[in-house]
């Protein structure tokens, strides 16, 4: 399974950017899939996931401010993140999870740098 992040970069607080997660080598529709971010000194923590039936949980700090969407026929997972502050400055990290009768198999992609400046 390969995961590829993109989409982050430098924005001012207050402003917007979209995550993409590009997966390939799984059968995308059948995985649980989320996002997770860690700041320096932190340890990583999840910002939001969705399952394969499309139900989405957000951490209560991004809550009415990121939403989380997939799309099935693109293999693609999305973080679109507004309102965004200081405090959300991170290395976003997608991750999949796999389910079969007797795994649970997880994958994560490489990360993409998310800076907000005040």
């Known amino acids: 399974v390969q995961l590829v992040e993109s989409g982050g970069g430098l924005v001012q607080a207050g402003g917007s950017l979209r995550l993409s997660c590009a997966a390939s080598g799984t059968i995308f529709s059948d995985d649980d899939m989320g996002w997770y971010r860690q700041a320096p000194g932190k340890q990583r923590e999840l910002v939001a996931d969705i399952t394969s039936g499309g139900s989405t949980n957000y951490a209560d700090s991004v809550k009415g401010r990121f939403t989380i969407s997939r799309d099935n026929a693109r293999n693609t997972v999305y973080l679109q993140m507004n309102s965004l502050k200081p405090e959300d400055t991170a290395v976003y990290y997608c991750?999949?999870?796999?389910?079969?009768?007797?795994?649970?198999?997880?994958?994560w992609g490489q990360g993409t740098q998310v800076t907000v400046s005040s």
């Open positions: 991750n999949a999870v796999e389910w079969s009768p007797t795994d649970r198999l997880e994958f």
